[in-house]
């Protein structure tokens, strides 16, 4: 696979903030929060406030990776009614608003029912870049890289600080767009600091790929935004955003606090060489 083809819509992104020397942002956030309008206008939000790629949150009801502060979201969601056609819909919505790559985070469940092959094919007809599969591993995965590939969607596999140097390998290998890299062993959640387990993992990922490689799991503010930039691809913020919303904020909130986290990754030049 040519380093072209492997980046896919979301890794061009995040390397294209990379050679203007600086990290990119990922902002995630679920589908049809705190409704389903005010859901799609939400993630439009990270856009306005300058999200490198945007991650959607596809609600699920056993979220085993997410912490209380997202599945309170995705729990409400669900309660409302939202369904995959309406998480399609939110895709197609953010993906016409602009040129930034839409990926869908989700657990495996919903898209097997789904129908793998159709999942891939109605993501790709709404503009959505690709998939993030926090609890699917490559071995068991062959059906959606098979459908990815034909449907050219990018494949965000996860590696965490507890990943061998084989699994690493066989983890990359197989990804399309970037690297998920759990900078913490648990669920997600923002904390007061980040973990001193990801400057590691990033190293050690980055020793068996050339693609990005974006750090996940407990970024909350710009400064800890401007100490993963330094040594990471992308910075991936998810519940800081969800509780904003959850406080009130709407999307005026989220835009501000996006436009902060911008703001943290474009502190500290980098140099290309090291990418």
């Known amino acids: 696979m040519s380093d072209l083809v492997a980046l896919g819509k979301a890794g061009a992104a995040i390397r294209t903030a990379n050679d203007a020397g600086r990290g990119a942002l990922v902002g995630y956030l679920p589908a049809g929060y705190p409704t389903y309008e005010g859901g799609v206008d939400a993630i439009k939000a990270l856009v306005d406030g300058g999200a490198d790629v945007i991650e959607i949150g596809l609600p699920y009801s056993d979220p085993v990776m997410d912490g209380v502060t997202i ?7 669900l309660a409302g009614g939202l369904r995959i056609r309406d998480v399609l819909s939110t895709v197609e919505k953010v993906a016409s608003y602009s040129e930034v790559p839409v ?21 790709a007809g709404a503009g959505g870049a690709g998939l993030i ?7 068991e995965g062959v059906e ?16 965490s600080p507890s990943s061998t140097e084989e699994r690493i390998a066989l983890t990359t290998a197989n990804c399309r767009g970037f690297v998920y890299a759990t900078a913490v062993m648990g669920v997600t959640g923002a904390r007061e600091s ?13 020793a068996a790929t ?25 910075v991936i913020v ?10 009130g904020g709407g999307p005026a909130g989220v835009r501000e606090l996006t436009a902060s986290l911008a703001e943290g990754v474009r502190r500290e030049p980098r140099a290309r060489a090291d990418r």
């Open 103 to 123: 990926l869908v985070m989700t657990y495996w469940n919903p898209i097997e029912r789904y129908g793998v092959d159709r999942f891939a094919a109605d993501l």
């Open 210 to 234: 050339g693609l990005p490689v974006g750090v996940g799991l407990g970024v909350s503010n710009a400064d800890q935004a401007a100490g993963l930039a330094a040594y990471a691809d992308a």
């Open 133 to 139: 599969t926090p609890d699917l591993i490559p071995e």
């Open 144 to 159: 959606w890289i098979a459908a990815a590939d034909k449907f050219e969607l990018d494949k965000v596999f996860l590696v």
């Open 71 to 77: 599945q309170r979201a995705t729990e409400q969601a």
């Open 194 to 206: 980040t973990s001193d387990l990801a400057a590691p993992l990033v190293a050690r990922t980055k």
């Open 238 to 247: 998810g519940s800081a955003f969800v509780k904003v919303l959850e406080a």
